[in-house]
């Protein structure tokens, strides 16, 4: 009986795969639009997440699926839900916010759905831009699994002072920086489980004499869990920005990190494609390595503006691994000068209401 039934939900499942978000090439289970595929009696209870902000995608999206399904002879109920933050009819109590580094002025969240994409490399550039704007700026590693920020910084071997109680963070490149790396021996694994993370980065940003900052750039780590949306609670971030590639793998990705941030209530500004193209440095061709992702689309549904696209330039690499990031680097390369547009555009999103995922 086991083994009938999950051959029938993969039949089900095989069958929700043809079904394609109105205009974009992505279906509804690669997308997570699926909630949950359940056997009642002589009928299967589908549950679909309108997890989009455009109704009329919703309505296409339910009509195919029952139309697939009832062509194949399937006995179904299925049910449209409400984005998990809104289900059940009413919408949900957002969790609590705090604000445990007060002084540390507007916090600007950097977050990708996916490793890999140059989340890091974007939240220290980014910081280095908003600097040379004249900005006070902090710049918090909170991703504890894999900090990477003191190397980028090229303070790999700095150790925190600590005052009055306090770690006093490192000053590197005109900002100020704390992170994990600092606080732990060279190469030496981080294994945490998710509530110690979240401990570890509350005291990271309690226990620090951040002083008076504008801006306080959040380096939080890849993915949409648990960890990612404590520490979104705890920084009371004024906005985040989502680092994704161009194409739709890591952009699938970038959509469930606008939706985490939706359920904590914090205001998705916009997000960066990192690695949009390669300008030959002999003949000045500029090529796209990535196909361009038709999900920028739903992006857009979604009401987050694409704030910038980062060249991949090999400098950018090897800056990071130097400790002289491209901003400092070469600030006139084309890399450097997208970064500072970034900070304009960032800086220009927080001055005025920004959509929400």
Request: aromatic content about 4%; charged content about 25%; some cysteine.
């Given at each position: 009986?086991?083994?009938?039934e999950?051959?029938?939900?993969e039949?089900?499942?095989?069958?929700?795969?043809?079904?394609?978000?109105?205009g974009?090439?992505?279906?509804i289970?690669?997308?997570?639009?699926?909630?949950?595929?359940?056997?009642d009696?002589?009928?299967?209870?589908?549950?679909?997440?309108?997890?989009?902000?455009?109704?009329e995608?919703?309505?296409?999206i339910?009509?195919?699926?029952?139309?697939?399904l009832?062509?194949?002879?399937v006995?179904?109920?299925?049910?449209?839900?409400?984005?998990?933050?809104?289900a059940?009819?009413?919408p949900?109590q957002?969790?609590?916010?705090?604000d445990?580094?007060?002084?540390?002025g507007?916090?600007?969240?950097?977050a990708?759905?996916?490793?890999?994409?140059?989340k890091?490399?974007?939240?220290?550039?980014?910081a280095l831009?908003?600097?040379?704007?004249?900005r006070?700026?902090?710049?918090?590693?909170?991703?504890?699994?894999?900090?990477s920020?003191?190397?980028?910084?090229?303070?790999?071997?700095?150790r925190?002072?600590?005052s009055?109680?306090?770690?006093?963070p490192?000053?590197?490149?005109?900002?100020?920086?704390?992170?994990?790396?600092f606080?732990?021996?060279g190469l030496?694994?981080?294994?945490?489980r998710g509530?110690?993370a979240?401990?570890?980065?509350?005291?990271?940003?309690?226990?620090?004499?951040?002083?008076?900052?504008?801006?306080?750039?959040?380096?939080?780590?890849?993915?949409?869990g648990?960890?990612?949306i404590?520490?979104?609670?705890k920084a009371?971030?004024?906005?985040?920005?989502?680092?994704?590639?161009?194409?739709?793998?890591?952009?699938i990705?970038?959509?469930?990190?606008?939706?985490?941030?939706?359920?904590?209530?914090?205001p998705v500004?916009?997000?960066?494609?990192?690695?949009?193209s390669?300008?030959?440095?002999?003949?000045r061709h500029?090529?796209?390595?990535?196909?361009?992702?038709?999900?920028?689309l739903?992006?857009e549904?979604?009401?987050v503006?694409?704030?910038?696209?980062?060249?991949?330039?090999?400098?950018?690499?090897?800056g990071?691994d130097?400790?002289?990031?491209?901003?400092?680097?070469a600030?006139?390369?084309?890399?450097g000068?997208a970064?500072h547009?970034?900070?304009?555009?960032?800086?220009?999103a927080?001055s005025?209401?920004?959509?929400?995922?």
């Amino acid at each position: 009986m086991e083994s009938r039934e999950m051959a029938s939900r993969e039949r089900v499942l095989a069958l929700l795969r043809e079904v394609r978000y109105p205009g974009l090439d992505r279906d509804i289970v690669g997308l997570d639009y699926v909630r949950s595929v359940e056997p009642d009696g002589e009928r299967w209870r589908i549950e679909i997440e309108a997890r989009t902000s455009a109704p009329e995608a919703a309505r296409a999206i339910e009509a195919e699926a029952r139309a697939r399904l009832s062509a194949a002879g399937v006995a179904h109920e299925l049910r449209m839900s409400a984005p998990r933050a809104e289900a059940d009819g009413a919408p949900a109590q957002a969790p609590r916010i705090e604000d445990l580094a007060p002084t540390a002025g507007r916090k600007i969240a950097v977050a990708s759905g996916k490793g890999g994409v140059g989340k890091s490399t974007v939240a220290v550039n980014l910081a280095l831009a908003l600097a040379d704007r004249g900005r006070r700026v902090g710049l918090l590693d909170a991703d504890v699994y894999g900090p990477s920020i003191p190397t980028m910084l090229g303070a790999a071997g700095a150790r925190p002072d600590s005052s009055a109680g306090k770690l006093v963070p490192i000053q590197a490149h005109g900002i100020l920086a704390i992170s994990l790396g600092f606080l732990v021996e060279g190469l030496d694994p981080i294994i945490w489980r998710g509530p110690l993370a979240s401990r570890a980065i509350e005291q990271l940003l309690a226990d620090v004499a951040w002083g008076e900052l504008d801006e306080l750039v959040l380096d939080l780590p890849p993915g949409t869990g648990d960890v990612q949306i404590s520490i979104a609670q705890k920084a009371g971030p004024s906005g985040a920005v989502i680092v994704s590639t161009p194409q739709d793998i890591a952009l699938i990705d970038a959509i469930r990190g606008v939706h985490m941030f939706s359920k904590v209530d914090i205001p998705v500004i916009g997000w960066i494609e990192n690695m949009s193209s390669f300008e030959c440095p002999h003949c000045r061709h500029e090529s796209r390595i990535f196909s361009a992702g038709s999900l920028r689309l739903e992006l857009e549904r979604l009401g987050v503006p694409l704030l910038g696209s980062i060249p991949i330039d090999p400098a950018v690499a090897g800056g990071g691994d130097e400790g002289l990031p491209i901003v400092r680097a070469a600030p006139r390369s084309r890399a450097g000068a997208a970064y500072h547009a970034l900070a304009g555009q960032v800086l220009a999103a927080l001055s005025v209401p920004a959509a929400r995922g």
